[in-house]
């Protein structure tokens, strides 16, 4: 079982930066994505930036191309997300989450693949 805690939330205005973060409880298994979602008001969860455990490879939404940068600290088992240039439409509340098995492009988006899930932490962008 792993425990993830997010913090890092908060207000912004738009075009500002926030950075979030996802402590990890124990070692996560090289392969396995670990990344962020998120849901907006009257919206479903989705998929916003995902890493694979352990490798260069990262995964992110359209939408946050170029604005987002999600990157790991293996040794504190931590994954972070930086957001640049926000706007008012990333206004959401953002969760971390992981798989509990490797993980590859066609899946990274869904969350059913994903086990273990953060509370959350909301990010509001004001315009």
């Known amino acids: 079982q792993v425990q993830l805690v997010e913090s890092g939330g908060g207000s912004v205005q738009a075009g500002g930066s926030l950075s979030l973060s996802c402590a990890a409880s124990?070692?996560?298994?090289?392969?396995?994505?670990w990344g962020w979602f998120r849901q907006a008001p009257g919206k479903e969860r989705e998929g916003v930036a995902v890493?694979?455990?352990?490798?260069?490879?990262?995964y992110y939404a359209d939408s946050v191309k170029g604005r987002f940068t999600i990157s790991q600290d293996s040794a504190q088992n931590t994954v972070y997300l930086h957001m640049n240039n926000l706007k008012p439409e990333d206004t959401a509340a953002y969760y971390c989450?992981?798989?509990?098995?490797?993980?590859?492009?066609?899946?990274?988006?869904?969350?059913?693949?994903?086990?273990?899930w953060g509370q959350g932490t909301q990010v509001t962008v004001s315009s």
């Open positions: 989450a992981a798989t509990s098995r490797y993980c590859s492009a066609p899946i990274w988006r869904l969350q059913d693949e994903y086990n273990y």
């Open positions: 124990r070692t996560m298994y090289a392969g396995y994505c």
């Open positions: 890493i694979l455990n352990g490798h260069l490879t990262t």
